[in-house]
T-cell receptor, first 108, second 114 residues
Framework: DQQVKQNSPSLSVQEGRISILNCDYT??????FLWYKKYPAEGPTFLIS?????DKNEDGRFTVFLNKSAKHLSLHIVPSQPGDSAVYFC???????FGKGTRLSVIA | DVKVTQSSRYLVKRTGEKVFLECVQD?????MFWYRQDPGLGLRLIYF???????EKGDIPEGYSVSREKKERFSLILESASTNQTSMYLC?????????????FGSGTRLTVV
């Protein structure tokens, strides 16, 4: 049973526009949600997190929104840059349970 | 900055071999994890450890074992490698406050079993 679901395997966005990556979860016991970014041949790097008691967390160009009633979270990247092209994983804790990832391509 | 070192970036082993993947951290953290990453399947937890000589099964422990004799080193063992264990293996540590700050991952070991 997949506890964390990322239903879009890939997403293409124009440079400068908004990227929205979505994630759904089934485990109501998660108390934190985290987003990771992964480039090929590298380990994932932590991007941003949100506590289950909050509905929004912002860090520079990255904002994560949490809708607990819908068991849904989303990562917004504004403005998108070519260097943002990577695979993005959503995860709930603990220990971290990851979704399958969404490959973001930002086109110049 | 915390450093997580995985001993090999690329490894090729034969079916049936016993394989050791090593992970070493430099900051005395208790929590260490092994994941594998496969296309279309994301990162899946194999084993984790919250202290020396302690281990817990993750979601896919079959065919694997682990060893944590010292705090800084967490080894993943493939008892008899099989082709379906060809994958990218990632070690991670949970630093203080990792619930909200996340794990630190190593660079990964890409294992090919032939």
């Amino acid at each position: 049973d997949q506890q964390v679901k990322q239903n879009s395997p890939s997403l293409s966005v124009q440079e400068g526009r908004i990227s929205i990556l979505n994630c759904d979860y089934t485990n109501s016991m998660f108390d934190y949600f985290l987003w990771y970014k992964k480039y090929p041949a590298e380990g994932p790097t932590f991007l941003i997190s949100i506590s289950s008691i909050k509905d929004k967390n912002e860090d520079g160009r990255f904002t994560v929104f949490l809708n607990k009633s819908a068991k849904h979270l989303s990562l917004h990247i504004v403005p998108s840059q070519p260097g943002d092209s990577a695979v993005y994983f959503c995860a709930g804790n603990t220990p971290l349970v990851f979704g399958k990832g969404t490959r973001l391509s930002v086109i110049a | 900055d915390v450093k997580v070192t995985q001993s090999s970036r690329y490894l090729v082993k034969r079916t049936g071999e016993k394989v050791f993947l090593e992970c070493v951290q430099d900051m005395d953290h208790e929590n260490m994890f092994w994941y594998r990453q496969d296309p279309g399947l994301g990162l899946r937890l194999i084993y984790f450890s919250y202290d020396v000589k302690m281990k817990e099964k993750g979601d896919i422990p079959e065919g694997y074992s682990v060893s944590r004799e010292k705090k800084e080193r967490f080894s993943l063992i493939l008892e008899s490698a099989s082709t379906n264990q060809t994958s990218m293996y990632l070690c991670a540590i949970g630093t203080t406050g990792y619930q909200n700050y996340g794990y630190t991952f190593g660079s990964g070991t890409r294992l090919t079993v032939v």
